[in-house]
């Protein structure tokens, strides 16, 4: 059962914007949701934990976002939306 950890830099430099128009932030929450559709596509992400870890102040750092009945069964959505 992997364990998948992504480390989101949300400091003020990540409030620059790109060519685009948009900031890198938004890349970065935008590339995590990417990852997490693709990999709930693979039959083999079935037992996979998911971690979202910001810049934050302890104990404000750690975000994860599953359903109630998802908590209860110990297995994390990977449909999860982001909110950094």
Excluded: H, W
Aim: hydrophobic share 40%.
């Amino acid at each position: 059962m992997p364990i998948l950890l992504f480390l989101i830099d949300t400091s003020a430099s990540m409030n620059q914007r790109t060519d685009l128009g948009t900031s890198y932030l938004d890349i970065a929450k935008g590339a995590v949701e990417l990852f997490l559709k693709l990999r709930a596509r693979d039959p083999a992400s079935r037992g996979d934990r998911y971690m979202l870890v910001t810049y934050d102040e302890p104990p404000y750092c750690i975000k994860v976002n599953r359903p109630a009945g998802e908590r209860r069964a110990g297995r994390a959505n990977a449909s999860a939306s982001l909110s950094c």
